[in-house]
């Protein structure tokens, strides 16, 4: 059974980090496209940014020159680095695993940007 478990959310200010992990376990990942969507109050859920089995990384406009992800495939583990948080980040993270016809999602971590 594949289970996506996502840690690292919380409450923090306008301008500061956080990290978020999630870890991968059922399977091997490693061939896997791994990413990270968010969805706010009221909005759509929105793939952010993605990482292939390769390391070629792809981000949404909205997050590119702030967040950073990356993957340890020796860990089944997928990280995002948010720096420069904005109140508008503030949305329920999801770890995603996906290749082809396959398409695994973790429960979600919330993020909350305020002062």
């Known amino acids: 059974q594949v289970q996506l478990v996502e840690s690292g959310g919380g409450l923090v200010q306008p301008g500061g980090s956080l990290r978020l992990s999630c870890v991968a376990s059922?399977?091997?990942?490693?061939?896997?496209?791994m990413g990270w969507s968010r969805q706010g109050p009221g909005n759509q859920r929105d793939l952010i940014a993605s990482?292939?089995?390769?390391?070629?990384?792809a981000y949404q406009s909205s997050v590119k020159g702030r967040f950073t992800i990356s993957r340890d495939n020796a860990k089944n583990t997928v990280f995002l680095q948010m720096d420069s948080l904005k109140p508008e980040d503030t949305a329920v993270y999801y770890c995603?695993?996906?290749?082809?016809?396959?398409?695994?999602w973790g429960q979600g971590t919330q993020v909350t940007v305020s002062s």
């Open positions: 990482i292939s089995s390769m390391g070629t990384t």
């Open positions: 995603r695993v996906f290749q082809g016809r396959e398409d695994y």
């Open positions: 059922g399977t091997i990942f490693s061939d896997y496209i």
